[in-house]
């Protein structure tokens, strides 16, 4: 089983519609949840964090993260064309000190206007 | 501040050669990290560094190589380049690690290399 795991997309959807990206996980001591937007050609940007269950809203992201059913969300509302993007959901591996992050491969987003 | 600088932005090397990819960051942060990203996929771990003369393998360290001599620097040296190496590479930094309830990093732009 992959550690994270996401549907590659496309996902499209229309201008002020709502994106809804999906990321499981396998390591259920992982304790820190994160997603990255990433551009064509540029670095991922942090956008969203999380680490209890429930949503956490910022803006017009919301994250969603229940541990049980090892599953984590983001939903962005009023979608515009510059939320255009592809999405990592990363995840902390908890057995290993100092570290790293465990990325999933990533949702391409298409926001048409 | 700058946050994560890295260079080159881009560099072709040929099979056998070597280079070294810098980064620096200058927000002070103890923990430092290594990925590539291959079209298509997410990041993988090459190597990380808990602090000055601490480092340590990730999920990807065969043909790579890291020091860590002071808080603001942490390259990563390639050593006989294969075209397997061909990637996009990013340096990443952050204040707190597993040990605390979150890990969030920052990355620098990264170094795009291709081995022919």
């Known amino acids: 089983q992959k550690e994270v795991e996401q549907n590659s997309g496309p996902l499209s959807v229309p201008e002020g519609a709502i994106a809804s990206l999906n990321c499981t996980y396998s390591?259920?001591?992982?304790?820190?949840f994160f997603w990255y937007r990433q551009y064509s050609g540029k670095s991922p940007e942090l956008i969203m964090s999380i680490y209890s269950n429930g949503d956490k809203e910022d803006g017009r992201f919301t994250a969603q993260l229940n541990k049980a059913s090892q599953y984590v969300s983001l939903l962005i509302r009023d979608s515009q064309p510059s939320d255009s993007a592809t999405y990592l959901c990363?995840?902390?591996?908890?057995?290993?000190?100092?570290?790293?992050?465990?990325f999933g491969k990533g949702t391409t987003l298409s926001v048409s206007s | 501040n700058a946050g994560v600088t890295q260079t080159p932005k881009f560099r072709i090397l040929k099979i056998g050669q070597s280079m070294t990819l810098q980064c620096t960051q200058d927000?002070?942060?103890?923990?430092m990290y290594w990925y590539r990203q291959d079209p298509g996929m997410g990041l993988k771990l090459i190597y990380y560094s808990v602090g000055a003369g601490i480092t340590d393998k990730g999920e990807v360290p065969n043909g790579y190589n890291v020091s860590r001599s002071t808080t603001e620097d942490f390259p990563l040296r390639l050593e006989l380049a294969a075209p397997s190496q061909t990637s996009v590479y990013f340096c990443?930094?952050?204040?707190?690690?597993?040990?605390?309830?979150?890990?969030?990093?920052?990355f620098g732009p990264g170094t795009r290399l291709t081995v022919l």
């Open positions: 990363a995840v902390n591996r908890d057995n290993q000190a100092g570290t790293a992050l465990i």
């Open positions: 927000m002070n942060h103890n923990y």
């Open positions: 990443a930094s952050s204040s707190l690690g597993l040990a605390y309830s979150y890990n969030e990093q920052f």
């Open positions: 390591d259920r001591g992982s304790q820190s």
